[in-house]
């Protein structure tokens, strides 16, 4: 395998890409497409239903009217529910909460500018703001990596272990670590305070969150009618777990792409033949909170030294 | 870096978090306002002028169409053309899978099986490195082949001798702005084309994609379900994405929402490949103003560094003359700056010895007997180099440059022991001049 031309190796990664986008995409299909047409067929029966009702007095097009208004409101994060009593969309901690999904990437969506000067003003406020955060989170991840690896430092001197070997259990504990207190612990919490979702559901939205995907179909408090302070302070909560989490999950995600493992795994598919040292590793550290990173260190065994 | 950069940094950051949250509510809270009256109002409306319809059915059945929308149904009544269309067909399914791996998660189709949710999160674990290993490769090929064409520009500017620190900061703009136009521009408007937005709605949504931050207000290349949803009403906008305007006046004034897009089968696919492309691309020239600002901050600390180390050794030199004078048996004012220097042996000659108490690495001639001379070799050679200075230049060899600049080693003694365990393997390049003083 490592005979393989560098031209060969992107093939093989671009192909086993599209497999895995076409597997997640037959899988999802075959679990979500039935429901979804079930979720459809009682949709338009209860459609029916009501205008079976209420047809008398209703002239075509005016429900249609009124939901495909609803629903686009819906859509920008404006609920047609409820008479405007429960907490506002843009209130101070719901901003705070979307500010940071912009900066964190996650992107909840449920909120979402409306107005035109929102629009602009988000277009140049992640322009601007997305490389400070980006820059901040280097110099944390700068700063706490050693910190993290003393740890597996000292346990590698007291059982005699060989680096590679600590360095794989110090990853591996410290993703077991991470896992359990920011998506395991959260999501039991959810689950308990919030009762209408499962266990799985709060995991998911842990999950999704501190990916920075964000779908953001479950949200926590959302609807709810909790009293406006308790939904503040939800919200308040959720931001802090947002950023402490990603912060944690950053570190996990540098620790693991340190393996030497992961390094050779990238290496086997980055290296394009006699690369300039600049191109390789500015390629290969990103510092992306996409998750897409790999460390700049990455491409340290091909490289010249600074010092 | 220090901790004090890093505060500053955090302090900042929060700073724009707070404050971009403040004119985010400025802006949107008397819209939202707005469009809270208006459907209030068009609610009431509707109410009124069909009074056998109670509030409590209309709340619920709008409550259970907006639950299935998001569930991806489509309640169009007259099903004959649209039976078959589904939320989760191939196409869409693939979109979202994609959605996944990028961590964009635009959330406008949602996940409703426990099963699919758990799948997801399985998928993500995997996909998401996947598509990093992938955006790496990517993102090399087209940084390279970029700044390979840059490299000639940087020559030109160069030779019209533009100083190196502005070449530099000059292509980093041409790389943005190529990008920018490549990447978002052109985009831009083929949605403009393609998806009846505006062009503000547009590049709001270029943004939020290449960002993937994918809030899902606006979805390219998404069945419009509110435009197969009533086709009889093409007339009234409301496909997905329409403009604000449109919203509140839902006359006849625009394109329908039922898109061109429809018919177009790899249109999906090439809003995919795009996304990837300029994922990529962003990605790469983050890294690389990164790296440049790095390593301009680090050359400028074995700057300061060197300077430090020369005023050290200046201090030490005139204290060893004004002891030399004072006699032999008077003890060294600075004595704990100087423990591996043995006594100086003859009165006549104290400049002579390369007094270098708190720079131990250093063998270049530190101590000139003219104390005031220009910076020497340490910190010419930061400039010497630029090429390799430019060069890009991995996080952890911070420490190690810090040793090889002539800091005062106590400080950083600590850190030695723990660079091993981390990279075992680091190949030790050709010589350069930083190095010749430090036996690594």
């Known amino acids: ?307 | 870096m220090r901790s004090t950069t890093l505060l500053a940094l955090l302090a900042l950051v929060l700073l724009y978090l707070v404050s971009g949250a403040l004119v985010f509510q400025a802006l949107e809270q008397p819209h939202e306002q707005q469009a809270q009256r208006e459907l209030g109002e068009a609610r009431e409306k509707f109410l009124r002028a069909h009074p056998s319809v109670s509030d409590h059915d209309l709340g619920l059945f709008i409550k259970d169409v907006a639950d299935a929308l998001g569930g991806g149904a489509n309640p169009d009544t007259n099903s004959t053309s649209n039976s078959n269309h589904s939320a989760w067909d191939l196409g869409s399914a693939f979109f979202f899978s994609g959605t996944i791996i990028t961590t964009i998660g635009y959330g406008n189709a949602a996940l409703r099986t426990d099963a699919g949710r758990l799948f997801c999160i399985f998928y993500a674990l995997v996909g998401i490195p996947l598509f990093g290993i992938l955006l790496a490769g990517v993102g090399d090929r087209l940084g390279s082949s970029l700044r390979r064409g840059i490299g000639h520009i940087e020559a030109i500017f160069l030779k019209w001798h533009v100083p190196p620190g502005l070449v530099r900061i000059l292509s980093a703009v041409l790389f943005l702005l190529i990008g920018c136009l490549l990447f978002v521009l052109t985009p831009t408007f083929v949605f403009c084309y393609m998806e009846g937005w505006s062009k503000l709605e547009a590049i709001y949504f270029v943004v939020v994609t290449l960002t993937t931050v994918g809030f899902g207000d606006y979805v390219a290349g998404e069945a419009t379900f509110l435009g197969l949803l009533f086709p009889s009403h093409r007339a009234l906008s409301w496909a997905q994405g329409m403009s604000h305007n449109q919203l509140l006046s839902p006359l006849p004034g625009g394109v329908p929402g039922a898109s061109p897009n429809q018919n177009f089968a790899a249109y999906q696919p090439l809003v995919w490949f795009w996304i990837l492309l300029g994922l990529a691309y962003f990605a790469s020239v983050l890294t690389t103003i990164g790296n440049w600002l790095r390593v301009v901050s680090r050359r400028t600390r074995a700057e300061m560094g060197g300077l430090t180390a020369q005023a050290a050794s200046w201090t030490g030199t005139v204290t060893a003359r004004v002891t030399q004078r004072v006699g032999p048996t008077a003890p060294p004012p600075s004595e704990k700056e100087r423990p591996p220097l043995p006594p100086p042996p003859c009165p006549a000659q104290p400049a002579s010895r390369p007094l270098s108490p708190t720079a131990p690495e250093k063998t270049e001639p530190s101590s000139p007997p003219t104390p005031p001379t220009p910076p020497t070799p340490p910190t010419a050679s930061a400039l010497d180099y630029p090429s390799e200075n430019l060069a890009f230049i991995d996080e952890s060899s911070d420490t190690q440059s810090e040793r090889g600049c002539a800091l005062p080693r106590a400080p950083r003694g600590r850190r030695r022991p723990l660079n091993p365990p981390r990279k075992p393997s680091r190949p030790r390049g050709p010589g350069r001049p930083r190095d010749k003083g430090v036996p690594a």
């Not at chain 1, 039935?34 to 209860?46: D, G, I, T, V």
């Not at chain 1, 944390?140 to 360095?167: E, I, K, N």
């Not at chain 1, 999950?207 to 308790?230: A, E, K």
Request: net charge negative.
């Open chain 1, 1 to 307: 395998m490592g005979a393989l031309r560098p031209w060969a190796r992107y093939g093989l990664l671009a192909v086993a890409h599209l497999l895995a986008l076409g597997l997640g995409a037959t899988v999802l299909q075959a679990l979500e497409g039935p429901p979804a047409l079930r979720l459809q067929a009682n949709l338009r029966a209860e459609l029916a239903t009501f205008q079976a009702e209420f047809g008398a007095c209703l002239p075509a097009g005016a429900l249609e009217e009124l939901l495909g208004t609803a629903l686009v409101a819906q859509a920008h994060g404006v609920s047609s529910l409820g008479n405007g009593s429960e907490a506002r969309n843009w209130d101070l901690p719901s901003a705070l909460l979307f500010t940071a999904s912009l900066l964190t990437t996650t992107g909840f969506g449920h909120m979402a500018p409306l107005s035109a000067g929102g629009k602009a003003f988000c277009v140049a406020y992640t322009a601007l703001g997305l490389p400070a955060s980006l820059a901040l989170v280097a110099a944390l991840r700068h700063c706490l990596v050693p910190l993290l690896s003393r740890p597996g430092a000292w346990v590698a001197t007291r059982w005699q272990l060989p680096p590679p070997r600590a360095a794989l259990l110090q990853a591996v504990a410290l993703g077991l670590l991470v896992v359990g207190v920011f998506v395991l612990l959260p999501a039991l919490v959810l689950w308990g305070v919030q009762g209408d979702c499962s266990l799985l559901e709060a995991i998911y939205f842990c999950f999704s969150s501190l990916s920075t995907i964000g779908l953001g179909d479950l949200l926590p408090g959302r609807g709810s009618g909790l009293h406006p302070v308790l939904y503040h302070l939800c919200q308040l909560a959720l931001l802090g777990y947002l950023l402490l989490g990603l912060l944690a999950m950053l570190l996990t995600v540098e620790t693991f792409s340190e393996l030497p493992q992961v390094r050779a795994m990238v290496k086997f598919f980055g290296s394009s033949g006699p690369v300039n040292a600049e191109d390789e590793g500015a390629i290969l550290g990103q510092d992306e909170l996409a998750l897409s990173t790999m460390p700049p260190s990455a491409a340290a065994p091909a490289q010249v030294p600074a010092c």
